[in-house]
């Protein structure tokens, strides 16, 4: 159980969520690939091969030439993309796709943090165009996520502006606790990656969500609560007076937060083998 409502008159504290599967069961930035194709973005060849990507994601296993293959071509993927394009497609099937696949134990957790006083931060590899929607639809008071660059144009370059990812999401933690007065160390954090290490670590409880085994290992070396989170619910089951909010959420920028996490991945696991010999 979480404690109790805070004291105000004592520093603020906050809950740091990683978003995918943690607070959603797929990946967010996946799992636009078929509007893509519908909207004529993609071919269904792209479509296969981002099926497989999210596979690839979901099981958790690829080697380091796969992961690059895969880092290269989904950064090759969306460069030349109209922004606004993106945009209507997935402001049209965001509550489709991603209120379904919320997992329940996290939006009871969110509620939670919320109850006690605590802000709730969204911390994401995944495109910030994708993730703030997302946050909105969760109640999240702030989101930290990728940022990447637009031409003038209005179409996506293909390069990133700022990569959350691995450190960086610690950095991005410890820049929001000295500008929002967050005590980190009362602070909590959920992820179900080793590349969230760091932003575990920037805590003073940090949680293993559905961990992989890597860390698994970590989280029962350093004796982290490990939690599983195993039954995505649809908002409108969880809450019957739900509705959509009346703005349209602007999406956009998927793939490339599939390729900055892969890439991030790569980064990690060769950083920890290196450390490890």
């Not at 943090?113 to 994708?130: K, N, P, W, Y």
């Not at 409108?236 to 599939?258: C, D, M, N, Y």
């Amino acid at each position: 159980m979480l404690k109790g409502v805070e004291n105000h008159s004592s520093p603020r504290t906050a809950a740091f969520f990683d978003l995918d599967k943690t607070v959603i069961a797929k990946s967010s930035t996946l799992t636009f690939s078929k509007s893509f194709y519908q909207g004529g973005l993609i071919n269904r060849r792209a479509v296969l091969r981002t099926a497989y990507a999210q596979f690839v994601f979901l099981a958790g296993g690829a080697d380091h030439d796969q992961m690059e293959r895969m880092r290269k071509y989904l950064s090759a993927l969306c460069r030349g993309w109209n922004v606004q394009q993106v945009k209507e497609i997935v402001a049209e099937t965001l509550h489709d796709l991603i209120d379904p696949i919320i997992y329940d134990e996290a939006a009871t957790l969110i509620e939670e943090h919320h109850t006690a006083g605590r802000d709730v931060v969204i911390v994401s590899t995944s495109g910030a165009e994708v993730v703030e929607p997302i946050g909105e639809l969760l109640g999240a008071d702030r989101v930290v996520a990728t940022r990447m660059a637009v031409g003038d144009d209005g179409c996506f370059t293909g390069e990133v502006e700022y990569y959350a990812y691995g450190p960086t999401k610690a950095e991005a933690i410890r820049e929001l606790a000295e500008s929002e007065g967050y005590d980190l160390a009362r602070c909590y954090a959920y992820s179900d990656s080793v590349t969230d290490v760091p932003m575990l670590e920037a805590v003073g409880h940090p949680h293993a969500v559905n961990p992989g085994r890597a860390l698994r290992r970590e989280a029962l070396a350093r004796e982290w609560p490990i939690l599983d989170f195993h039954r995505p619910v649809r908002l409108k089951q969880r809450f019957p007076a739900f509705s959509v909010p009346p703005r349209p959420a602007l999406v956009a920028a998927a793939a490339i937060g599939a390729a900055a996490a892969t890439a991030g991945l790569v980064w990690f696991a060769s950083r920890r083998r290196a450390t490890v010999a």
